[in-house]
């Protein structure tokens, strides 16, 4: 019964879905059920979406407020947040030498520029820069009247020219009983004044570059740990004057 019924089917008409009368033609192709389906739902999810919109406007505080209404702007018709003004993380300079040099030779260059640093404050001692903090000495008498009358270059016992020396300052007694030593001219007193100040613009440079290369070796090194695949997360972003810090994933070594 089964085969007879499977030879009938074989034999049945193929029923197609009715295309354009031929007096229509001209309208083109006949709207099936499919696509009426799909045309309709997306009126009706327009017309939807339209009546959302209506409620939202009409329902709305006027006093409402996003911080997003500040923090984004229209741009051809779309609203793209504002991009804040961030600082400059790496200067051309340091772009420069992070391409063309490797992190060995910075290092080198580093060590070699903190050496001669140490060099030059040894050799200059610091004691009258402008950078220092000036020190203060305080003197205490017993009435109003010492007060008035003291003489600072008397309770020294040094000579009024010496009082506003930091250092190097004989009393008079050293004065009277042994020879001085050194340059003693005005011209050469200048000159030397003129050296030592040198020396320290000299040495304010190089406490700057070497602190310049201590950061530019610290975003090398940076680059190179984030090559590894170990998960991590950045605590702080990279500045101008430091590199970027990251937290990595704790892993047992076996």
Do not use: C, W
């Not at 193929?14 to 099936?32: A, I, T, W």
């Not at 790496?90 to 903190?114: F, G, H, N, P």
């Not at 007193?189 to 290369?213: F, G, P």
């Amino acid at each position: 019964m089964s085969s007879f019924r499977k030879a009938l089917k074989s034999r049945q008409r193929n029923h197609h879905e009715r295309s354009q009368p031929g007096s229509r033609k001209q309208l083109g192709l006949l709207e099936k059920k499919k696509d009426y389906k799909l045309r309709a739902d997306d009126y009706h999810k327009k017309q939807n979406t339209l009546a959302a919109l209506r409620k939202k406007a009409l329902e709305k505080n006027p006093d409402e407020f996003y911080f997003n209404m500040i923090s984004s702007k229209l741009q051809d018709g779309v609203h793209i947040a504002k991009k804040p003004k961030e600082e400059v993380e790496v200067t051309e300079e340091q772009k420069k030498v992070m391409r063309t040099q490797d992190i060995k030779y910075v290092e080198m260059k580093r060590v070699s520029e903190a050496k001669k640093i140490e060099r030059l404050k040894g050799e200059l001692h610091l004691l009258d820069a402008d950078s220092k903090q000036k020190n203060k000495h305080t003197f205490f008498v017993d009435s109003k009247k010492e007060v008035q009358s003291f003489d600072l270059a008397q309770h020294l016992q040094t000579a009024p020219e010496l009082v506003d020396r930091v250092y190097n300052r004989p009393t008079l007694k050293t004065l009277e009983t042994k020879s001085i030593q050194g340059a003693t001219e005005p011209h050469t007193m200048k000159k030397l004044a003129r050296q030592r100040k040198h020396q320290y613009t000299v040495l304010s440079q190089r406490i700057d570059r070497e602190k310049k290369m201590f950061v530019i070796s610290q975003k090398i090194q940076t680059r190179k740990d984030l090559q590894d695949k170990t998960k991590k997360v950045k605590v702080k972003k990279e500045t101008p004057n430091a590199a970027a810090i990251y937290k990595f994933e704790a892993k047992r070594k076996r």
